[in-house]
């Protein structure tokens, strides 16, 4: 990414004060978690920063914004869904280790994930699936018992599985 030049900063900052609050509410309505909208918004005046020339030379430069958090909204909320579907299907004794490489670095998974169940569900998740911590070391960290723990990540997959198949009744 370039540097900014002063003129595109100002530009950027303009369209920051004038769009910032619309933006975080409309993703807050779509993204139902403070932090996730917030995350939207920022990735999406990050692209305006990458993009900077394509966004000055249009002519509806808040409208351009406006697409790019949109098209950020709906590809997070299909993403979540995919993984929903994925972790859903999951035999109880699936091996992560096997699918460690295939994660993608850049992924931010706490925007992308984190409201697919209770935030304590998702924390115990992400350390299980996601960290290959075991679960002893899970247990340990969220000051819980090793067979709570395995309770409690059972609840979550049999929550993903019924966000799963009432997602499939909608389809």
């Known amino acids: 990414m370039h540097k900014l030049t002063s003129a595109e900063r100002e530009f950027i900052d303009k369209l920051y004060n004038e769009q910032y609050y619309q933006m975080f509410a409309y993703a807050q309505a779509a993204m139902v978690d403070d932090a996730a909208a917030q995350e939207v918004v920022q990735a999406a005046f990050e692209i305006a920063c990458r993009r900077i020339e394509h966004l000055m030379h249009s002519p509806r430069p808040s409208g351009w914004l406006w697409n790019v958090l949109k098209y950020l909204i709906k590809n ?49 998740l992400k350390k299980f699936a996601l960290e290959d911590k075991p679960l002893k070391e899970i247990a340990a960290e969220a000051g819980i018992s090793i067979s709570i723990c395995k309770q409690r990540l059972y609840r979550a997959r049999l929550k993903l599985q019924k966000l799963m198949a009432k997602y499939n009744e909608n389809k």
Request: aromatic share 12%; net charge negative; glycine share 2%.
């Open 76 to 124: 997070l909320k299909r993403n979540k869904r995919l993984m929903a579907s994925y972790m859903a299907r999951l035999p109880d004794n699936f091996d992560w280790a096997s699918i460690a490489d295939e994660r993608l670095p850049d992924e931010n998974v706490d925007v992308l994930y984190a409201d697919l169940t209770g935030y304590q569900e998702y924390e115990l």
